[in-house]
């Protein structure tokens, strides 16, 4: 089945800064990648998702990237505010008969003002 | 629109009581799923629903089961509980079949198993 590797667990950064989260997935047949947002205390929410026949998608600050030969995928937000602050999750799953999500472990965020 | 809700918020068990979680969506989505989130595990599937009438196991189905009422509810029982299954639980909806759109979260269910 598929593994979704997410790195870094933690991740601290001044207000403004860019933060970069990257994602792994071993089945090459995976096409459809979803970031979600986890506020402290809160449901999990999607922020944005990639499918495979593009390589960049952006909506305002955040984009994500997808490099399919190395079946890598990455979240970028740029110009971090405190609200960003969360647990990011990444996702991989493929379509063809019904076929579940899976997550990586998470990366909590820190925005420091 | 509620969107996805769980029943109760918090739960407290002994080792080897029973209770079952409820979940209902009203956004007519097709697939369903149970989900379990632990520190540094990241979310973990438990069941899934992918359409009234189906379901089938995820990863970590040990020790429970599932029932998809109708198309609005899928809910979790808990047989026989034991400590290890101290988590928070997550109904989550999704409108296709297939696995590759977005999936709504419930609120969350806090289960504690002394």
């Known amino acids: 089945g598929e593994n979704v590797e997410q790195h870094p667990s933690t991740l601290s950064v001044q207000e403004g800064d860019s933060a970069v989260i990257k994602c792994t997935y071993s089945?090459?047949?995976?096409?459809?990648f979803p970031w979600y947002k986890q506020e402290l205390g809160k449901r999990p929410q999607l922020i944005i998702d990639?499918?495979?026949?593009?390589g960049e998608k952006k909506d305002q600050r955040i984009a994500v990237t997808l490099n399919k030969t190395a079946k890598h995928f990455s979240l970028h937000i740029t110009e971090t505010q405190p609200e960003d602050s969360a647990v990011y999750f990444c996702?991989?799953?493929?379509?063809?008969?019904?076929?579940?999500?899976?997550f990586g472990i998470g990366t909590k965020l820190q925005v420091i003002p | 629109n509620a969107g996805v809700t769980q029943t109760p918020k918090f739960q407290v068990l002994k080792t080897g009581q029973s209770m079952t979680l409820q979940c209902a969506q009203d956004?007519?989505?097709?697939?369903m799923y149970w989900y379990r989130q632990d520190p540094g595990m990241g979310l973990r599937l438990i069941y899934y629903?992918?359409?009234?009438?189906?379901?089938d196991k995820g990863e970590v189905p040990n020790g429970y089961n599932v029932s998809r009422l109708n198309k609005r509810e899928f809910s979790l029982r808990l047989e026989s509980a034991a400590p290890s299954q101290t988590s928070v639980y997550f109904c989550?909806?999704?409108?296709?079949?297939?696995?590759?759109?977005?999936?709504?979260f419930g609120p969350g269910t806090r289960l504690t198993v002394l």
């Open positions: 989550a909806s999704s409108p296709g079949v297939q696995g590759t759109d977005t999936q709504y």
């Open positions: 089945d090459s047949a995976s096409n459809y």
């Open positions: 990639i499918r495979s026949n593009v």
């Open positions: 996702a991989a799953s493929r379509s063809g008969g019904y076929q579940k999500v899976t």
């Open positions: 956004m007519n989505h097709n697939s």
């Open positions: 629903s992918a359409s009234e009438g189906t379901t």
